[in-house]
């Protein structure tokens, strides 16, 4: 009698060939679906730092109008010469008072880090000439004496406005963001130095406004965040990450080629920033530009005179790796996550060639705050041989994996030369 076997289970081969298939579909639809998601984020965070990018770029549009608060020195300080009447202002110098409160208001205004905000405005100087008169009652023409000259506060800011104690006389905005800021918090803690230009531009965003609508409407809530605990809001991206914000990324190598440092400063309409000062027994008529691309020192004979500068947002992509600092690098590879463009060993020199011949025996003071973006003293205290050997902001990692780090990074200069 014959018994036919009867086929009702699966060979082995057979259950092998589906699982085989199944696994090519499940690997097929998990690659479809999170390429999806990674075009989602891709997306959604560009529409963020484009948001963003506006609200900046219109805060630096009403700085170029901006109507300042500059005394006049009129305090008459008699020098002993009976034909001494008061100071004047050379008009030279004031454009150079308006371009370091400018600077200074950006500092403020539009900050990057936690010490734009703690630290009070700038007192500026500017150097005057004597007003003399002869026995007859003629002006006598004193603007070619600098040994004459004399330097005197002109800001009408005060300077002495602490953070959390002292309000008073500080720009609006400043005081904004002052009273957003958490009441315990430590400035220096290391949650406090983390982040700071994502939450910059919470602040920024939470005090601005676009079409009569608060700007930080348009944040999808989701995108806000404190990754860090510090009590402190931040903008985040597509990933959740914490974006990275740079108001003057004088470091920054731009792939897109849209940055020209032939551009002059758009607030520098006269010229008037020592980069442009002549400097007698020089090799350069530059007093302080330098090709930060290639590291030159100031007296580089090929050094190229301060640019235009806008804000640079960025997020670290896909990898949540930036890649660039955000922070200054001294040449010992030390990253300053505390620096302040206030400090006093980034103030510029009283000498014969910036304030005329104000020396600093006549008041003891050899140096003055001057808010600079390109961070000249800094680049000069961190030589080696001649050549900057530190980081600015915005420029690469020393890292053996930063160019493959910041490939993948979004940011609103990409914004501006390719469609959104």
């Known amino acids: 009698m014959n018994h036919q076997r009867s086929k009702k289970a699966f060979t082995l081969v057979e259950v092998l060939v589906v699982i085989v298939i199944l696994g090519i579909m499940g690997a097929m639809v998990t690659t479809a679906v999170s390429g999806v998601t990674t ?49 004047e202002v050379l ?19 539009i900050p990057d880090r936690l010490s734009d905000i703690t630290t009070a405005p700038s007192q500026i100087y500017a150097a005057t ?10 002006v006598i023409n004193t603007r070619d004496q600098k040994n004459q000259r004399k330097i005197m506060s002109v800001s009408w800011y005060s300077p002495n406005a602490t953070f959390l104690i002292g309000g008073d006389n500080i720009p609006s905005r400043l005081a904004a963001y002052r009273n957003r800021m958490p009441a315990g918090l430590t400035l220096n803690s290391p949650e406090a130095l983390a982040n700071q230009g994502a939450e910059c531009l919470y602040l920024i965003m939470a005090t601005s406004f676009v079409g009569g609508s608060p700007a930080l409407e348009a944040i999808p809530a989701a995108n806000i965040g ?3 605990n510090d009590g402190l809001q ?11 914000f740079i108001r003057w990324p004088v470091g920054y ?17 006269f010229r008037s920033d020592y980069a442009y000062t002549t400097v007698p027994n020089s090799s350069s008529s530059s007093a302080g530009a330098y090709d930060v ?6 007296r580089n004979s090929s050094t190229i005179k301060p640019w235009s500068m806008r804000p640079l947002v960025f997020s670290s992509g896909p990898d949540g790796e930036y890649g660039i600092t955000a922070n200054p690098i001294t040449a010992a590879g030390v990253a300053m996550a505390n620096y302040n463009y206030q400090a006093t060993n980034w103030w510029w020199p009283t000498t014969v060639n910036f304030y005329g011949e104000e020396l600093p025996s006549r008041d003891g ?13 800094f680049v000069n205290a961190n030589l080696n041989n001649g050549q900057f050997a530190g980081r600015l902001p915005g420029q690469l990692l020393p890292t053996t994996t930063s160019a493959n780090e910041v490939a993948d990074n979004i940011n609103n200069y990409q914004l501006q030369v390719s469609p959104r």
């Not at 170029?64 to 020195?73: A, F, G, N, T």
């Not at 080629?257 to 002059?264: H, K």
């Open 226 to 228: 404190d990754t860090d």
């Open 129 to 138: 000439n004597q007003v003399l008169i002869d026995n007859n009652g003629n």
């Open 253 to 269: 190598f731009d792939p897109e080629v849209s940055i020209d440092t032939n551009i002059p400063d758009d607030f520098d309409l």
């Open 39 to 87: 075009t989602a984020k891709q997306s959604r965070t560009k529409t963020i730092i484009a948001i963003v990018d506006s609200v900046l770029a219109e805060h630096y549009a009403n700085l170029k109008y901006r109507q300042l608060p500059v005394e006049i020195p009129d305090l008459f300080l008699p020098s002993g010469n009976a034909n001494e009447v008061g100071y």
């Open 365 to 377: 003071s050899p140096t003055r705050p001057f808010p600079d973006p390109y961070m000249r003293v």
């Open 91 to 109: 008009a030279s110098e004031a454009a150079r008072v308006r371009l370091m409160m400018m600077r200074d208001l950006q500092r403020m205004e």
């Open 293 to 298: 691309f290639t590291g030159s020192n100031f």
């Open 234 to 244: 931040e903008i985040l991206d597509g990933w959740g990450n914490p974006l990275g």
